[in-house]
T-cell receptor, first 111, second 107 residues
Framework: DTGVSQDPRHKITKRGQNVTFRCDPI?????LYWYRQTLGQGPEFLTY????????KSRLLSDRFSAERPKGSFSTLEIQRTEQGDSAMYLC?????????FGQGTRLTVV | SQQGEEDPQALSIQEGENATMNCSYK?????LQWYRQNSGRGLVHLIL?????REKHSGRLRVTLDTSKKSSSLLITASRAADTASYFC???????FGQGTELSVKP
């Protein structure tokens, strides 16, 4: 257990539905990251927060994706109008120094 | 693609043998990190090497960095079945990951 928790661990949803994932980072970590990982690939950067400010968003992140980190604590990642191509593992990581600590991920399946 | 290149994509060895994985990248770096991911789980940090270092050791791990060739390698010595996992290099503040090497260590 790295101290970063993600909820839910698994989510199956129908195409077109909205889903929201939560990440609770290690409490003293000011930086929080979201990644998407598909089978056989490395994690792809989606977005990153320093405290409550969203500092960068990947071009991979379409308008259907939004992330928040109210009060610089936990973060949520919402996907609206899900598509089958959104099926992936969504990973959250936090850090204060160089080493990042990852959660176990939320596996999303869009049917 | 965000990702750099790692090779091999898959590596299968016997317990006790050494495993070497390579990572190449395109932009200059301040440091490079290696992470391990067990099947279907989160990533765990293994080792960091800074741009002014050429080699670093941690237990059975040895990492080298050649900034002139923009490449790094991870060597796992005396491998164990428990080393079976995917290994990724990552660089930059956003942690840009390579595609990874899937290592299988057979008992």
């Amino acid at each position: 257990d790295t101290g970063v928790s993600q909820d839910p661990r698994h989510k199956i949803t129908k195409r077109g539905q909205n889903v929201t994932f939560r990440c609770d980072p290690i409490s003293e970590h000011n930086r929080l990251y979201w990644y998407r990982q598909t089978l056989g690939q490395g994690p792809e950067f989606l977005t990153y927060f320093q405290n409550e400010a969203q500092l960068e968003k990947s071009r991979l992140l379409s308008d259907r994706f939004s992330a928040e980190r109210p009060k610089g604590s936990f973060s949520t990642l919402e996907i609206q109008r899900t598509e089958q191509g959104d099926s992936a593992m969504y990973l959250c990581a936090s850090r204060t120094g160089i080493e990042a600590f990852f959660g176990q991920g939320t596996r999303l399946t869009v049917v | 693609s965000q990702q750099g290149e790692e090779d091999p994509q898959a590596l299968s060895i016997q317990e006790g043998e050494n495993a070497t994985m390579n990572c190449s990248y395109k932009t200059s770096i301040n440091n490079l990190q290696w992470y391990r991911q067990n099947s279907g789980r989160g990533l765990v940090h293994l080792i960091l090497i800074r741009s002014n270092e050429r080699e670093k050791h941690s237990g059975r791990l040895r990492v080298t960095l050649d900034t002139s060739k923009k490449s790094s390698s991870l060597l796992i010595t005396a491998s164990r079945a428990a080393d079976t996992a995917s290994y990724f290099c990552a660089r930059g503040g956003k942690l840009i990951f390579g595609q990874g090497t899937e290592l299988s260590v057979k008992p």
